[in-house]
């Protein structure tokens, strides 16, 4: 009968902790799934606007229609890197939060100390995918409205003149979509890590 007390007080803990830690670990893998599927569709996207700008282009307006969907497809991209972004900050947030609070009823210091030492270093491990997270966030962002705003130039003026004046404008936002490509690499190399930390397997 004891064992069976001892059972229903530690397990619901126990679940909890597990259950919290699943959470935020399925939300980074969302999160490099999503940035395994960007990285490749800026380039794309680049790709299509130097098709466009190309010289010598003989089928403008199909270049165009190619870039235009690309447009499309980063601008839809964006949006759910933002929410999967904010989300994983969020439940981190909780995931660590809860962690120091059910920290706080060790009896054993020796114990306590432990916990503690580990949720900071985890805590700054995590907190690393937070803090690449803010700037990419606000570069995707800018990138998206850059990316938008020649579609639509172009879509008003799609002539040799018009491609020519807006070329070196351009060239720059093909430039930042590789800037951006690195930049979210970074946020995948500090989410590597977390995982690795992460992981329940206990090796």
């Not at 380039?43 to 010598?56: C, F, I, P, V, Y």
């Not at 994983?88 to 120091?100: C, I, L, R, T, V």
């Not at 054993?108 to 997270?133: F, K, P, T």
Request: charged letters at 30%; zero cysteines.
């Amino acid at each position: 009968m004891p064992q069976g007390k001892t059972t229903l007080l530690t397990s619901p803990s126990s679940s909890t902790g597990i259950q919290r830690s699943e959470k935020v670990t399925t939300t980074m893998e969302t999160m490099d799934k999503d940035i395994k599927l960007v990285a490749i569709q800026l380039d794309a996207t680049g790709a299509s606007l130097d098709e466009l700008m190309r010289s010598g282009q003989s089928d403008v307006k199909q270049a165009f229609e190619s870039f235009k969907k690309n447009v499309e497809k980063i601008a839809d991209m964006e949006k759910s890197f933002a929410k999967h972004a904010d989300e994983m900050n969020s439940k981190g947030k909780d995931y660590f939060a809860e962690w120091q609070k059910e920290g706080n009823k060790y009896q054993n210091s020796d114990i306590q100390a432990l916990s503690e030492q580990r949720r900071e270093e985890l805590g700054q491990v995590y907190g690393q995918i937070a803090q690449n997270s803010i700037g990419v966030k606000s570069a995707f962002r800018d990138y998206v409205s850059d990316v938008k705003e020649v579609e639509l130039f172009l879509s008003n003026d799609l002539t040799s003149k018009g491609l020519e004046s807006i070329a070196n404008v351009a060239q720059r936002v093909v430039y930042d979509g590789d800037k951006l490509k690195y930049a979210i690499k970074d946020v995948q190399t500090a989410i590597d890590r977390a995982r690795a930390e992460m992981k329940q397997d206990g090796r």
